[in-house]
């Protein structure tokens, strides 16, 4: 296994049952769940309530957690000699966050194109763990433990509405991460779009 980025994220929704996502502005880039990384002695629920507001200047109250998000790549060949080893994997907390106010209290970050989306109409740019999430957290999930790098492996399923077995209690393992053949790209990760 490569070096681990621990990062955070949240599915962040409104009165009227929209999500929020948030893309870079830098050439073509997908919507992504707002969120980012960990700093050091930071619980995962602090840094999501720092993350979120400093990224998109809006107020939020966590729920709960969705789950647990792994992007790697486990088909990465191994460096060769004096080069840089892969990318490194990234483990997201997801958690399932309401916003407590009509208005965002702050301005959020240079380069982040924010927007509501209906879980119904989201983007077809968006992350692998961003579609995942959203269907998981739509579905009622938590407690979700997902390998994106190993799903990306497999094809991929026909497209559902929430995506994924919801298996037992609720939680689910598979679903749909992205379209057949499409594998992802570091700056797609939630913490990477920086």
């Known amino acids: ?12 929704s409104d009165d009227a049952g929209r999500v ?22 930071e619980s995962p629920a602090a840094a999501v309530l720092r993350n979120i507001h400093a990224e998109t200047g809006w107020e939020i109250r966590v ?8 992007l790697g790549d486990p088909s990465a060949p191994p460096p060769a000699a004096g080069r840089c ?9 997801v958690f399932r966050a309401r916003v407590t106010g009509g208005t965002p209290t702050g301005d959020p970050v240079g380069g982040c194109h924010l927007g ?14 961003t579609r995942a999430a959203v269907a998981d957290a739509l579905a009622g999930r938590s407690g979700v433990l997902r390998d994106a790098g190993r799903e990306l492996a497999r094809p991929a399923a026909a497209p559902s509405a929430v995506g994924g077995d919801g298996g037992p209690g609720g939680r689910g393992q598979g679903g749909d991460l992205v379209a057949p053949g499409q594998r992802p790209e570091p ?8």
């Open 116 to 129: 509501w989306h209906a879980p119904a109409e989201l983007p077809n740019a968006v992350t692998p763990i």
């Open 20 to 41: 929020l996502l948030c893309r870079q502005g830098r050439g073509e880039r997908r919507w992504g769940l707002p969120g980012g990384r960990l700093r050091r002695d």
């Open 85 to 93: 080893g892969p990318l490194p994997d990234v483990l997201v907390h």
């Open 63 to 70: 729920v709960d957690l969705v789950g647990l998000y792994r």
């Open 1 to 12: 296994m490569s070096a681990l980025t621990w990062a955070v994220a949240a599915v962040v």
């Open 187 to 194: 700056d797609d990760t939630p913490i990477a779009r920086r």
